[in-house]
């Protein structure tokens, strides 16, 4: 069985651009977030989905930031007019469905983005 | 504001030794803790975790500590090996699937 898995493993971006970053869940899992993490910090958390729907986008830092989940499997996290400050490993995370705590949420290698 | 504190960004220990890492949260309202640990290039993998009701879980040689009145947990490895090396992060959560991490301590097993 695979796990999380996430593509690209590297970005590098000019400033101004948009990216789009994917996840693909483990199969099963209908829960799915979003984290990333910035030099010398801990993961910060993005957004949650449910299935495709997503309850809580509190996470996300600014409209630049947007994420969509078809068919209840990939995600795809965009970042518009991408910002040095961006520059983060973006990781992705998903469990079987959230109803109790201590549900594993499970990761995948994350996406490093640089913004030049 | 962080609520959830690693202070030690790393950690050398021998090998067959414990190893402690400490983690400390301000927020009371987090009932419920977790431990991923993490190697160069890969995602973080879920170690341990420990409920509030709780003060101490084991598995295996990983056990956490929970003192809840010091808003304090610890994670020991016993006996340490060198295949243990990778950065610890803890979490904590308030009941949700939104976890607040910690910003890790890189552990080196020293063989």
Known sequence: GAGVSQSPSNKVTEKGKDVELRCDPISGHTALYWYRQSLGQGLEFLIYFQGNSAPDKSGLPSDRFSAERTGGSVS???IQRTQQE???VYLCASSLPWNRVGETQYFGPGTR???L | DQQVKQNSPSLSVQEGRISILNCDYTNSMFDYFLWY???PAEGPTFLI???SIK?????GRFTVFLNK???HLSLHIVPSQPGDSAVYFCAATSGTYKYIFGTGTRLKVLA
């Open chain 1, 86 to 88: 961006d520059s983060a």
């Open chain 2, 69 to 71: 009145s010091a808003k």
């Open chain 2, 49 to 51: 975790s420990i409920s």
């Open chain 1, 76 to 78: 795809t996290l965009t």
């Open chain 1, 113 to 115: 983005l640089l913004v």
């Open chain 2, 37 to 39: 640990k993490k190697y």
């Open chain 2, 55 to 59: 003060d101490k879980n084991e598995d």
